[in-house]
């Protein structure tokens, strides 16, 4: 299996070209106006502290963040508070690593064969929730999300990390027209060379890949030392494991039909789950390595707060039905949890994700809803949090930075009123999101883009 070590780099370099060494770029304007704080030095008092790694929850606990780096962590009065920092007493609430979220999208569909890129309001509405850092997971706007991973990196924009997956790598066949369509080897390995030379950290091969097409791109991106990730359709998940792949969006969904469950002509779910054949899927990917990407979801109606986020076209798709997931898209949603948890029982890793381009899923908003479908699934919320956070971390191979909060890593915070570990649904109540040295207001972040979701 491929790790995204080297993704890192590509990050940090981008960051580092805009400044001199050792030194953070200046902020922009338009970030300055989302900030929290101007304080450098900030000691956060009497918090509960969750991690990322599983552990239990410590309680009132004082953390020092010094420079956009984590400086100490210990019990309230047993850490020494540099001199001129700015005090905050959290009781009652918790403080928890960023979001790493891995299917993650800066555009939204617009009901008609097309998407619509999505550069101002989803950066903010991805910080505003929490999540630090995003892998995106394909797109009609590639060098959009590479020149906003530059510029959010030199701090011209407001948004969490970006690393760059490569446009969906599709067969000709397949219906989806911002595609990179490849038709044998040759133009595998051209266009994986190519997107990697852009600055790509992985690959997203699509639906309409054959086995030897996908197999051309799994081998070109390894000898590249970069990951591969698919949402399967002609090839099963038997046959991508084989051939190597290392991560596999919607977890289970594109597993289904080789498992004796699909959606028939009407949209419904046909069919009956072979455990048999399932376990021995689980098994395979388990020993192959192959992470899995969960991207819950549910047929809700937009709650009052996101209908002040989308535009009237997308609220109005949503209204007229062109916007609402095929029926048996929900159906197959407890299948896909069973299967989740039984693989985790086995030994797998799962990582998270909301592909909020569609639905009326919207940044921000969709990650903090999966985790509370995850919890409904009957994940604990601890362990939940964990895959949102350290095992995204790990899979980029930036655990070392972020993901978990430690003394010396990089100060990717979210500060909430509550307990998540008890209430996953205290996620929401974000007071403030500490990112690249910065605290932003999630509230400011919102409001700038009320009804713009969904067409600038």
């Not at 891995?102 to 097309?114: A, K, P, W």
């Not at 985790?344 to 890793?349: K, N, P, T």
């Not at 207001?441 to 883009?449: A, E, F, M």
Request: charged share 20%.
């Amino acid at each position: 299996m491929i790790l995204a070590a080297s993704a890192c780099a590509l990050l940090v370099g981008a960051a580092a070209a805009q400044a001199p060494e050792g030194e953070a770029s200046p902020v922009s304007q338009e970030v300055e106006g989302f900030r929290a704080t101007q304080a450098t030095i900030i000691a956060f008092e009497n918090a509960r502290i969750i991690d990322g790694t599983g552990a239990p929850p410590r309680d009132n606990q004082t953390l020092v963040v010094r420079d956009g780096r984590i400086l100490a962590i210990g019990p309230t009065g047993g850490v020494t508070i540099p001199e001129g920092a700015e005090r905050h007493s959290l009781a009652g609430h918790s403080i928890l690593p960023g979001y790493v979220m891995l299917h993650e999208h800066m555009m939204y569909f617009s009901g008609q064969r097309v998407w619509h890129s999505q550069p101002v309001s989803y950066p903010r509405l991805y910080l505003a929730a929490g999540v630090t850092t995003v892998r995106t997971a394909g797109g009609d706007f590639p060098y959009v999300d590479l020149n906003l991973a530059a510029r959010i990196a030199s701090r011209r924009i407001a948004g969490p990390a970006i690393f760059v997956t490569s446009p969906n790598i599709n067969g000709p066949d397949d219906s989806f027209i911002g595609d990179v369509v490849i038709r044998n080897a040759d133009d595998a390995r051209r266009e994986v060379d190519y997107w990697a030379a852009r600055g790509a950290t992985s690959f997203k091969a699509y639906a309409g890949l054959e086995p030897d097409l996908l197999r051309a791109v799994v081998v070109r991106a390894h000898a590249l030392g970069l990951p591969v990730t698919a949402h399967l359709g002609r090839t099963s998940c038997a046959q991508a494991t084989e051939l190597g792949i290392d991560n596999l969006e919607h977890s289970f969904s594109a597993c289904l039909p080789e498992l004796g469950v699909q959606i028939g002509p009407d949209g419904g779910l046909q069919g009956t789950m072979d455990r048999d054949r399932a376990q021995a899927l689980i098994r395979a990917l388990v020993d192959a390595g192959v992470v899995l990407t969960s991207t819950p979801m549910a047929l809700e109606d937009p709650s009052p707060e996101l209908r002040e986020l989308l535009h009237p076209t997308a609220l109005a798709n949503w209204t007229s039905g062109r916007g609402r997931p095929p029926q048996g898209f929900i159906d197959a949603e407890p299948l896909i949890r069973t299967l989740e948890r039984d693989f985790l029982a086995a030994g797998g890793r799962m990582v998270i994700g909301a592909d909020a381009e569609n639905f009326a899923r919207v940044a921000g908003d969709a990650n903090l809803r999966a985790l509370e479908l995850l919890a409904s699934a009957g994940h604990r919320p601890i362990d939940i949090i964990r895959m949102a956070t350290l095992e995204g971390a790990r899979f980029l191979g930036i655990d070392g930075d972020t993901g978990t909060i430690a003394p010396g890593k990089q100060a990717d915070l979210i500060v909430v009123r509550g307990d998540p570990a008890r209430n996953i649904s205290d996620v929401r109540q974000i007071r403030w999101v500490l990112s690249d040295g910065i605290v932003y207001d999630p509230v400011r972040l919102r409001s700038s883009v009320r009804g713009m979701v969904g067409w600038h």
